[in-house]
Nanobody
Framework: QVQLVESGGGLVQAGDSLRLSCAASGRTFSGYAMAWFRQAPGKEREFVAGISANVGSTAIANSVKGRFTISRDNAKNTVYLQINSLKPEDTALYYC???????????????WGQGTQVTVSS
């Protein structure tokens, strides 16, 4: 079992930056691929960024490439999502998820946090 707790969301203005954090507890964190998804009202949950276990290869959705960066600190059992140049369309509930392999589909992930809200005003 892996428990995930996200933090770092908030109300920001367009152009601002945020760093979201996801703290993990439970089984060996370094053995899990980690990902960030987001879900806006009335829309499906979408993959935004992922990072593999151990080696740390990353995948970023084309829609956010160049603005979003994912990283992990295995010593702190934490994964981060750096978001730059925020846009109103980035407004969503951002979720952290864990799985054995890095995938872009939500159904592939076994463990989920409760989410942290990001709201971007224009």
């Amino acid at each position: 079992q892996v428990q995930l707790v996200e933090s770092g969301g908030g109300l920001v203005q367009a152009g601002d930056s945020l760093r979201l954090s996801c703290a993990a507890s439970g089984r060996t964190f370094s053995g899990y691929a980690m990902a960030w998804f987001r879900q806006a009202p009335g829309k499906e949950r979408e993959f935004v960024a992922g990072i593999s276990a151990n080696v740390g290869s990353t995948a970023i959705a084309n829609s956010v490439k160049g603005r979003f960066t994912i990283s992990r600190d295995n010593a702190k059992n934490t994964v981060y999502l750096q978001i730059n140049s925020l846009k109103p369309e980035d407004t969503a509930l951002y979720y952290c998820a864990a799985a054995r392999l890095l995938r872009v589909t939500a159904a592939s992930y076994d463990y989920w946090g409760q989410g942290t809200q990001v709201t971007v005003s224009s």
